[in-house]
């Protein structure tokens, strides 16, 4: 069965921290570059992170130097995580994991909400 669920989110003041999970089951994901993006209300959903099977990561700009993606692998699922750092209010949007390039539907998101 293919899934994508992400979780993690929540509320936090600007300069926290979250974590946020990503359980991507399915055999489709093995061995596949994975990523995070974002949709902030009113945007367009923009790429965040990527990781692929080796471990070589690569971030947005603007989460550069606060991101870091990382990734198990299972034998049929694969668990992406985002440490998020020194959030900022611009960082509030719902989150979400998929492979690169996108092989399955889009999971629920998470909420992250960064405010005072």
């Known amino acids: 069965q293919v899934q994508l669920v992400e979780s993690g989110g929540g509320l936090v003041p600007p300069g926290g921290s979250l974590r946020l999970s990503c359980s991507a089951s399915g055999s489709i994901f093995s061995g596949k570059t994975m990523g995070w993006y974002r949709q902030a209300p009113g945007k367009q959903r923009e790429w965040v992170a990527t990781?692929?099977?080796?471990?070589?990561?690569?971030?947005a700009d603007s989460v550069k130097g606060r991101f870091t993606i990382s990734r198990d692998n299972a034998k049929n699922t694969v668990t992406v995580y985002l440490q998020m750092n020194s959030l900022k209010p611009e960082d509030t949007a719902v989150y979400y994991c998929?492979?690169?390039?996108?092989?399955?539907?889009w999971g629920q998101g998470t909420q992250v909400t960064v405010s005072s």
């Open positions: 990781i692929n099977n080796g471990g070589r990561t690569y971030y």
């Open positions: 998929n492979s690169i390039p996108r092989l399955g539907d």
